[in-house]
């Protein structure tokens, strides 16, 4: 089982810049993809993220390419987001999720675990 925890978040302007990190517990963080998902007010999960085990391969969606950045430190249990030229339509609460399988999964319910999320808001 996997323990996941995020932080970060945060009051930004538009424009600006936020990491978000995710703390895994256990030894088997190298073992799990994982993945970044948001939750706007009245809107559904959606997909934002995924870097794969080894952390050589990584997904986005369309709408925040070339802005947001994933990244994972094994060593660390650890997984980031580095999100740049932040737009209010980035506000959302972030989730961080595991993901026992491969490949370039995008749904929500193929993730195991969970964080509880972090509250990133983008002021115009």
């Known amino acids: 089982q996997v323990q996941l925890v995020e932080s970060g978040g945060g009051l930004v302007q538009a424009g600006g810049s936020l990491r978000l990190s995710c703390a895994a517990s256990g030894r088997t963080f190298s073992t799990y993809a994982m993945g970044w998902f948001r939750q706007a007010p009245g809107k559904e999960r959606e997909f934002v993220a995924r870097i794969s085990r080894d952390g050589g391969t990584t997904y986005y969606t369309d709408s925040v390419k070339g802005r947001f950045t994933i990244s994972r430190d094994n060593a660390k249990n650890t997984v980031y987001l580095q999100m740049n030229s932040l737009k209010p339509e980035d506000t959302a609460v972030y989730y961080c999720?595991?993901?026992?399988?491969?490949?370039?999964?995008?749904?929500?319910?193929?993730?195991?675990?969970w964080g509880q999320g972090t509250q990133v808001t983008v002021s115009s």
């Open positions: 999720a595991a993901d026992v399988k491969s490949g370039r999964i995008t749904q929500a319910t193929s993730y195991s675990y």
